[in-house]
């Protein structure tokens, strides 16, 4: 961890990160510096989330109109596709706008977490920029939680809110098809497996990686999905606005 690619370009930037902030923050209390790193990352990555969470938005605006699309070329899987696709570019959505976004965040994430659990706990000098002081003590107190053990309570906070996080950011489940549409494509069978193992299982997921890395993971999940959710709910409003116009 202390020398490669991830570690100089990744994990060293968190870790010194996160020492800085809590030198500043009152009491060099952990938790206060977690929400702030937190928020500073979601911030430097706004410009790229902005444009996958708008497309997005858009697209969950449109849904309407690709369902009637679909329905009218469900016996030309060709044409169907080609006119979806007309209909994507007319509004200005790129369906995969969210997997660039996703390629970024991963070693974020990862870097993130091995702070949270290796870093934390263990304190190394060594791996301190020139700039940063070596903190005498530091508060791993939060709320009335060690942020250095297990807790249900952050764990659940996390699982919650990113269950809510999800059900802003995707579309509704498609409902099962009855008997008399007849057998549903695997596409489409597919789609729909797909969106309730991510609304509901995710946060399951969540929730057991929160509450066995450490409550710091946990607090770390909770405050960048309410800065999701927030940023969901602003960009919906604006999303609906431009489609309607």
């Known amino acids: 961890m202390e020398s490669g690619f991830f570690s100089t370009f990744f994990y060293q930037p968190l870790y010194n990160a996160l020492i800085s902030l809590i030198l500043v923050v009152p ?3 952990v938790g206060v510096a977690i929400i702030l790193l937190t928020f500073a990352v ?6 790229l989330s902005h444009k996958s969470v708008v497309s997005q938005a858009k697209m969950r605006t449109i849904a309407p109109h690709v369902e009637k699309v679909k329905d009218k070329y ?4 060709q044409e169907q596709a080609r006119k979806v696709m007309e209909l994507y570019k007319e509004h200005g959505v790129n369906p995969f706008s969210g997997c660039l976004l996703l390629i970024v965040q991963l070693p974020i994430i990862f870097a993130l977490y091995f702070v949270f659990f290796k870093g934390l706990p263990h304190l190394n000098k060594e791996i301190l920029y020139s700039f940063v002081s070596f903190p005498d003590a530091i508060n ?4 009335g939680v060690d942020l250095l053990k297990q807790s249900v309570l952050f764990a ?3 699982a919650i809110t990113q269950y809510y996080q999800i059900k802003l950011s995707m579309p509704p489940v498609p409902p099962a098809p009855s008997l008399k549409e007849g057998k549903p494509s695997l596409k489409d069978e597919f789609a729909r497996s797909f969106s309730l ?4 299982m995710l946060p399951f997921i969540v929730f057991g990686a929160s509450y066995y890395i450490s409550a710091a993971v946990a607090l770390y999940w909770t405050t960048s ?3 999701s959710i927030g940023h969901e709910l602003f960009v919906k409003r604006k999303a609906e606005k431009i489609i309607t116009t």
């Open 225 to 227: 999905n309410l800065f």
């Open 74 to 77: 469900k016996d030309n899987k």
């Open 197 to 200: 193992q991510m609304r509901y």
């Open 140 to 143: 791993t107190g939060f709320l």
């Open 27 to 29: 009491g060099g209390n």
């Open 42 to 47: 979601r911030g430097a990555l706004l410009p």
């Open 156 to 158: 659940l906070l996390a």
